[in-house]
């Protein structure tokens, strides 16, 4: 097909691309959004699962076409995939408004599930339920970059969270003791939850271990044992950090 004839309607759909300028001149493809940035990230991902057709545009919303001759004189190949890889790695990855509020969309939950898992009430030691930290959220207007790392914001969110909501990060050291006819089953549960700092197994068959666990974990953790041992567990907390 020549260089600047169209290959679809430019009205049809809005599309993720990935674009490179080189030598002068544009150069697009259009991309699965997930697998683009896995392999932009260095991940072994198949070319053909990250490009959406083997077409190399100047313009890719209008349907033009790059020229072969320009592809062989600045990327010294005409071949679609090679052409790709190197777009997609070199250039830029342009994504459509609902690709991005899906990816805050999803970083919000994530972030919102470590607030939940890790942090907890001050005033009770329990931690907030997801609605509330929800909630919270959305009263001190927080906005999620969809693409700085999840780390790199939990400090500026949870200050604007503490004005409305008191959190408190903390973790509990526990002491457990599971009797012999539960033990060998609970290790894996208790492994789940929890990081086990010593294990021992007693001359009676049971099996005592100190593990650490975000408090906001604790009640989850312990309702997990008493229903898997029927009661039959003794538990203590031994300090909070």
Sequence with gaps: MA???QTYDRERFSINLAKLKKGGENFEVVI???NAIAFKQGKDIAIEDVITNEKIFSDAKNGLLASEKLMQQLFNTIDVKEVAKIII???EIQLTAEYKQK???EKKKRIVNFIHT????PRTSLPHPITRIENAFEEAKIHIDEFKPQEKQIDEILKKLRVILPIKFEIDEIEIKIPATHAAKMYSVVKSFAKILKDEWLNDGSWKCIVEMPAG???DFFDKLNSMTHGEIETKILKTK
């Excluded at 890790?118 to 009430?121: E, I, K, L, S, T």
């Design 3 to 5: 260089q600047g004839q």
């Design 32 to 34: 699965n959004s997930d």
């Design 89 to 91: 790695k070199e250039g």
């Design 103 to 105: 990816l805050r969309d």
């Design 118 to 121: 890790n942090g907890v009430d």
């Design 217 to 219: 974990l604790k009640q």
